[in-house]
């Protein structure tokens, strides 16, 4: 257990719903990243806060997609009118600036 | 873009055996290097990380070896056990201290 927490940890919805994952890091941790994994690949980026601010969203983040970090400490990602090609898992990490980030263990999302 | 790759995307080991596993790197300005294993299920655990002024570093069963001239990453690990059967990513920053980029995963099976 990394200290990284992330809910819920398995999520199955319809094409077209809204779903919303939490993730809250190591407590000290002022930078918070969302990454997007999916079978048999490595992670890929998505985006990064610097405490509440958020520095850098990648292509892969459609506009269907929002992140916030209001405080600070946990954040969450908004996924609106899923399509069968968010299915993923969806990763949480944490950093204490430029050091290891250190990943929750992921909220695996299934689109039917 | 660059990215960062693994040359093998398995590798079967015997209980007790050393296993080296391999990746290969394209971005020249990278500057920070990470080991992760990934266990069904799990979000990728921190092993060990270099920083591109070093050529190695040892962990407890681990070691890594940065050749920067051939652009080349591995990961040595000693006396394999069953509970080192995971996938194993390289990751590195580029030239920003907080994006990694992943490559495609070795997946490591320790033979009994």
């Known amino acids: 257990d990394t200290g990284v927490s992330q809910d819920p940890r398995h999520k199955i919805t319809k094409r077209g719903q809204n779903v919303t994952f939490r993730c809250d890091p190591i407590s000290e941790h002022n930078r918070l990243y969302w990454y997007r994994q999916t079978l048999g690949q490595g992670p890929e980026f998505l985006t990064y806060f610097q405490n509440e601010a958020q520095l850098e969203k990648s292509r892969l983040l459609s506009d269907r997609f929002s992140a916030e970090r209001p405080k600070g400490s946990f954040s969450t990602l908004e996924i609106q009118r899923t399509e069968q090609g968010d299915s993923a898992m969806y990763l949480c990490?944490?950093?204490?600036?430029?050091?290891?980030?250190?990943f929750g263990p992921g909220t695996r999302l299934t689109v039917l | 873009g660059e990215s960062v790759g693994l040359h093998l995307p398995t590798l079967s080991v015997q209980e007790g055996d050393n296993s080296i596993i391999n990746c290969a790197y394209s971005n020249s300005a990278s500057d920070y290097f990470i080991w992760y294993k990934q266990e069904s299920g799990k979000g990728p655990q921190f092993i060990i990380d270099i920083r591109s002024n070093m050529d190695k570093r040892q962990g407890q069963r681990v070691t890594v070896l940065l050749n920067k001239t051939v652009k080349h990453l591995s990961l040595q690990i000693a006396a394999t056990q069953p509970g080192d059967s995971a996938v194993y990513f390289c990751a590195e920053t580029g030239s920003n201290d907080y994006k990694l980029s992943f490559g495609a995963g070795t997946t490591v099976t320790v033979r009994a």
């Open positions: 990490a944490s950093s204490l600036d430029s050091t290891v980030e250190f």
